[in-house]
């Protein structure tokens, strides 16, 4: 089969053998599958370390069919498509564990629609619903939010029926889409006034949560943004992991500071978080009210295309690598 996959600090096309299932794992024949930030940071960190075993493929979800079945698979059946938060994803099959597959909603949805979902829904499900504990009538903004995932994120928010969703980027293309997506307000943090414009909005006294992808850059303006006793929940930092952190403006607003990674998850965690996702959301998801619009599709043999168009962030929305 072909895979993209990394060796010797570079990615590139190569022919690799099926996958070997474990017990609860499904062989996948795969149709489409999301690019997400997290492939250009392995890549890159591969690159500087100059490692990367062979047969270690890129990709993190997918849509494809069920094609074998490990011996204590449960739920899952060969010939049924599903959607699933996995790795390995960038190959013409993967080995899936069914804890962490879904099928596929294709009621309103392409295949290449529904492989760009479960990264999105997945994570920020469990950042606003399970750790940032959005209640209905509140207030919310999302940092990054034109990313697909911070997408995603303002749609839940609107779904949730938060009272005030606020959304951000630097480019001012992209902003000017957050408002189609969910965004009452789209801010821009390069502006030095932009806490003033949340404080603003929420008659003084900041939003009730903060989900933030960017992390160091706008750690302290976060906090001023943030109301007392509110609630701010990492969940990515592209604006850099380290940098001022003001510790007595956190301790004088009591805030709950909450960081998430799916690094140090095990399976039956990740497992969790998906039931709850899909639980809560998949109906919304049927009805088409949750969905990532797709930016641009690359062919599995193009895939290292798509890794720069990454890079150069000029994206809205979804990079999606297709197989059929």
Known sequence: MKCFMI???????????????QPRQVLVKVHAAGLNRVDSLVLQAAAANQTGSHGAALGRELCGTV???????????????????TSGALADYAAVDERTAVEAPLGNL???????????????HDALVTRGELA???SVLIQGASSAVGIMAMQIARELKAGLVIGTSRDPERRARLTDHGADLALNTDDSHWVDA??????GKGVDLIIDQVGAS???????????????????????????????????????????????????????????????????VEAGRLRIPLSQRYP????GEALDAMAHNKHFGKIVITMD
């Open 7 to 21: 060796e010797n600090g570079k990615a590139a096309l190569r022919e690799a053998p099926e996958p070997v299932l």
């Open 67 to 85: 094609v074998e079945i490990g011996p204590e698979v449960q739920h899952l059946k060969k010939g049924q498509v599903i959607i699933a938060f």
């Open 110 to 124: 392409s295949r290449e629609e529904a492989a760009v979902l479960p990264v999105a829904l997945n994570t920020m």
């Open 136 to 138: 209905p009538g509140q």
């Open 198 to 203: 949340v404080l603003q909005a929420t008659d």
């Open 218 to 284: 706008v750690a302290d303006d976060n906090l001023r943004a943030t109301r007392l006793e509110g609630r701010i929940v990492n969940v990515g930092r592209l604006g850099g992991n380290t940098g001022p952190f003001n510790f007595d403006l956190h301790a004088e607003r009591r805030i709950s500071y909450i960081g998430v990674t799916f690094r140090t998850r095990t399976i039956d965690e990740v497992s969790t978080i998906v039931r709850k996702a899909w639980a809560h959301l998949g109906p919304a």
């Open 300 to 303: 599995l043999e193009h895939a």
